[in-house]
């Protein structure tokens, strides 16, 4: 297996990146891109839509197509563009805000659909760009800057979200398994229909720091400890889930996508 | 420049149907080339997503009906920037709820077009009810600062030509074009008579030629607006939301943002001459002038005819394009007549208020508005000079 | 009354009567004759009930204002529209209405069948329209008779088709 390095995607003179020391970003990039090279993705084939936040800026770093969007509707935008040309591989990259909290409602729909895209949704629990600020995922009790004495909410959970919307692919990882989300990436890469990969990833400047883990190594640690290999975490009781999550493949099935499902109605209508 | 609005009721030979006006609109846009449409349903409008749903699928197009017009206008512009000519059909409550992404297709210059069937508001309002009070929506209803088309119908043969007119706008000029008709025009049902294919001018983006390694998105031609590729395609590409420099990329340089801000507003103004569209009923000798757009043109047409016949010179100024505004037919004229007079279905004298900006203050400008949710009648009009 | 240039209908009742169809259908039949024709209507939100109103503008010339403002024939379905519009009988406008559902009235102009119930007893309600339209349009001659029976051939087929024709049969044989 040669060593892919994704840097045929990515634009030149733009490292470092802008992210802050310990953001799971970069590593997600890193590993998408990987992911793009492994499969023999063409940048001309290559579609990444961003929103808006610490994520929504990675397309600054690509050489691929891209399209920039606004807060919550990347994959409102994505669905317009696979839909009308099915052969792009469309890669639609959020955060947790962008994705399930002022989006969620596109999200749902979108998994619903079954919409040949593959969503990669980095959760650090917070709004990382605009100060740290509490979001769908803070997990209850937690501390972000409005939220001062503890998160009355609680937490969606994404990967279940998209499971009962109906997404065909669902995986979960954090920065710290960096080989394991590019071979998840890439399997949602591959799936026909809406695919998900969720990365929890560290926020020490925000959320750690807000939360008692303002060093890097500390918000790995709690990942690493927190996550289990999904078939280790199911056999656990209710009572120990609580004090984790799964990672890895939790959801792989063949539902019919948009767009197959389209063309098979238009041949119906055709043929009248 | 729109060979179907000058030849009128021209339609010997061809099946004259009696069509609705959301029907004509429908049916511009596929004559225009759309083949994708993605909406959600509201009353007025939701005859253009049930005819684009049953058409698309036998034009090879795509129907999306999404889960809001958030997300309707953003797979719009989606579409688009995959290579399709899109659309979207509202009215006034989608239409708020589409503003910000509609700034994204100006920013993007991302070809599209947006129907807004105007209702009776505020808010839900009188849902089935006509009204023209989204006209400063129209121009000023996205945030940040920034120009746009918007057109506005008075008959059914012109919900045709002006939504094939507003593509044309769309693709040539890279911006998002709306179409405003008030619920009476796009319910109404006229004679109707299809064009042939090719009869009417239909007008494509144009696209990028040389390396496409060299290719960038922002960088404008002579006549101020810059070729565009298709996703897909081997000029890859980068549109963003966010201020961005000829490339793409992002680039917060103050010289960029200005550059890019006032090249934005430019092509509008460099092409403001093809772009602004009004149409004159016996103006040559007028003393009373009628200034009108969409369903009180009409009324206004039969005010005047019904004024002559009592002696009164009167004449109708029709604007169909409402944005940019039609500050220069409105001063030409204005300046040969005694009076003016601007009907229009809402309260605040939208229209009235730009005339007046174009007039000055001390013009005496004699409004007639209606927000009941019921049509101006010609009488109502008249009554403004007896 | 003999034939004019220039017709303006009201067809008026409540939701689910079908009269905005009615008027695109005498609309069309109008359109097959070579004329122009606009149809507007004005309906609340609900799709059954309340006061539901169709025009139509029958013209050789161009048709300006949309709006009927000079009626020659109004149908009246209910005795919420018959009441609207009783009063325009006096200054000479032929009224029809439906003795079903709206109380008898005396006077020149006002002719009373009851519509629904015939349409009801031929075992169809929703051919009320056709069969008002068909009495009308023999009393009243906006369209021809045949123009609004190619306009149902095209609209309807088999068992709806046959129906239709023989509501707008009855209607005729009405006047």
Redesign the interface.
């Given at each position: 297996m040669s060593h892919a390095t994704g840097v045929r995607y990515l634009?030149e003179g733009m490292l470092p990146h802008m992210w802050c020391s310990g953001c799971g970003i970069g590593v997600m990039l890193g590993a998408m891109l990987r992911a793009f090279e492994e499969l023999g993705y063409r940048?001309?084939?290559t579609?990444v839509?961003t929103g808006i936040g610490c994520t929504g800026?990675a397309?600054?770093y690509l050489?691929?197509?891209?399209?920039?969007?606004?807060h919550g509707?990347a994959l409102?935008?994505?669905?317009?563009?696979?839909?009308?040309?099915p052969?792009?591989h469309v890669v639609v990259l959020m955060g947790d805000g962008d994705s399930v909290t002022i989006g969620g409602?596109?999200f749902i729909?979108a998994a619903r659909r079954n919409i040949d895209l593959t969503a990669i949704i980095i959760n650090n629990f917070n709004y990382g760009m605009t100060g740290g600020q509490v979001s769908a995922t803070t997990p209850g009790g937690r501390y972000t800057s409005t939220t001062s004495w503890g998160n009355p909410e609680r937490d969606f959970d994404i990967c279940a979200l998209a499971e009962v919307a109906g997404a065909n692919y669902v995986a979960r990882e954090t920065p710290y398994h960096g080989w394991e989300m590019k071979e998840l990436i890439k399997e949602a890469l591959n799936k026909k229909g809406f695919s998900l990969v969720e990365v929890f990833s560290p926020c020490p400047t925000h959320f750690g720091k807000n939360n008692e883990m303002r060093q890097t190594r500390e918000m790995l640690d709690w990942l690493k400890e927190k996550g289990l290999p999904v078939e280790q975490y199911r056999k656990l009781s209710v009572a120990e889930q609580e004090n984790h999550f799964a990672i890895g493949k939790l959801v792989d099935r063949d539902a019919t996508d948009f767009n197959t499902r389209?063309e098979e109605?238009?041949a119906r209508?055709?043929a009248l | 420049m729109n060979e179907l609005f000058k030849k009128g009721?021209e339609t010997l030979g061809r099946e004259?149907?009696?069509i609705q006006g959301n029907q004509a609109m429908s049916e511009g846009a596929i004559y225009a080339g759309a083949?994708?449409f993605?909406g959600y349903p509201i009353?007025p409008s939701s005859e253009i997503a049930e005819d684009c749903s049953?058409v698309m699928?036998?034009v090879g197009g795509?129907y999306?009906q999404?889960?809001?017009e958030?997300?309707?206008i953003?797979?719009?512009?989606?579409?688009?920037?995959?290579?399709?000519k899109?659309f979207t059909a509202t009215s006034g409550p989608g239409f708020s709820l589409m503003q910000?992404?509609l700034g994204?297709a100006v920013m993007?210059e991302v070809p599209c077009v947006v129907i807004n069937v105007q209702r009776r508001g505020p808010s839900t309002g009188l849902?089935?009810k006509p009204a023209q009070g989204d006209i400063m929506q129209l121009r000023w209803g996205r945030h940040g600062d920034q120009s746009v088309i918007a057109l506005c119908p008075a008959t059914v043969s012109e919900c045709f030509a002006m939504t094939v007119t507003a593509f044309n706008f769309a693709e040539k000029f890279r911006v998002p074009v709306i179409v405003a008709p008030d619920e009476?025009v796009a319910?109404?049902?006229?004679?109707f008579s299809l064009p042939e294919p090719g009869e009417v001018e239909v007008i494509d983006r144009k696209k990028p030629s040389g390396s496409p390694k060299d290719y960038k998105p922002f960088v404008a031609d002579a006549d101020g607006v810059a070729p565009l590729a298709?996703?897909?395609?081997?000029y890859?590409?980068?549109?963003?939301?966010?201020m961005h420099g000829p490339d793409?990329?992002?680039n917060n340089d103050p010289a960029n943002a200005a550059w890019r801000v006032a090249q934005l507003h430019r092509k509008i103004e460099m092409h403001r001459d093809e772009i602004v569209i009004t149409k004159n009923f016996a103006t040559e000798d007028a003393d009373v002038l009628m200034i009108a757009f969409g369903?009180t043109t009409?009324?206004s047409?039969?005010a005047a005819?019904e004024l002559r016949k009592q002696g009164i010179k009167a004449g109708v100024l029709q604007l169909i394009t409402l944005w940019p505004f039609a500050d220069r037919e409105v001063a030409t004229l204005a300046d040969k007549v005694k009076t003016v007079i601007v009907p229009e279905m809402n309260y605040s004298g939208q229209v009235a208020g730009e005339v007046q900006r174009v007039l000055g203050s001390g013009a005496d400008i004699r409004r007639v508005n209606s927000y009941n949710g019921e049509?101006i009648?010609?009488q109502e009009i008249r009554r403004v000079i007896s | 009354m003999g034939k004019k240039e220039r017709y303006e209908i009201i067809l008026a009742g409540s939701g689910g009567q079908g009269l905005v169809l009615a008027g695109?259908m005498l609309?069309?039949a109008a359109?097959l004759e070579?004329?122009?024709?606009?149809?507007?209507?004005s309906?609340?939100?609900a799709s059954r009930g309340g006061l539901s109103l169709a025009e139509v503008i029958i013209d050789r010339e161009?048709?300006?204002?949309?709006?009927v403002?000079e009626p020659d024939i109004i149908l009246a379905l209910t005795e919420e529209a018959l009441e609207k519009y009783a009063a325009l009988a006096e200054k000479g406008v032929r009224i029809f209405y439906d003795t079903t559902l709206a109380k008898p009235r005396a006077g020149e102009n006002l002719t009373g069948y009851p519509f629904t119930k015939i349409a009801s007893d031929l075992g169809n309600v929703a051919s009320v329209n056709i069969l008002s339209l068909g009495a009308m349009t023999a009393a009243v001659p906006m369209v021809k008779t045949e123009s609004l029976a190619g306009v149902i051939r095209k609209r309807f087929q088999g068992k709806a088709l046959e129906m239709n024709l023989e509501a707008l049969r009855k209607g005729v044989e009405l006047i």
């Open positions: 634009k940048n001309a084939d579609v839509v800026k397309d600054d050489v691929t197509h891209a399209l920039h969007t606004t509707r409102a935008y994505a669905t317009g563009i696979k839909a009308f040309n052969k792009l409602n596109h729909h389209y109605i238009r209508a055709t | 009721r004259v149907r009696l083949r994708f993605a009353t049953k699928l036998k795509v999306m999404m889960e809001d958030i997300a309707s953003a797979a719009v512009i989606g579409a688009s920037l995959a290579g399709a899109a910000e992404n994204v993007g849902s089935t009476i319910h109404m049902r006229e004679t298709a996703y897909g395609s081997e890859v590409f980068h549109v963003s939301s966010s793409g990329y992002s369903a009409r009324a047409r039969a005819l049509v009648t010609p | 695109i609309g069309e359109v070579g004329r122009n024709v606009v149809q507007t209507q309906y609340g939100i161009e048709i300006i204002y949309q709006q403002q």
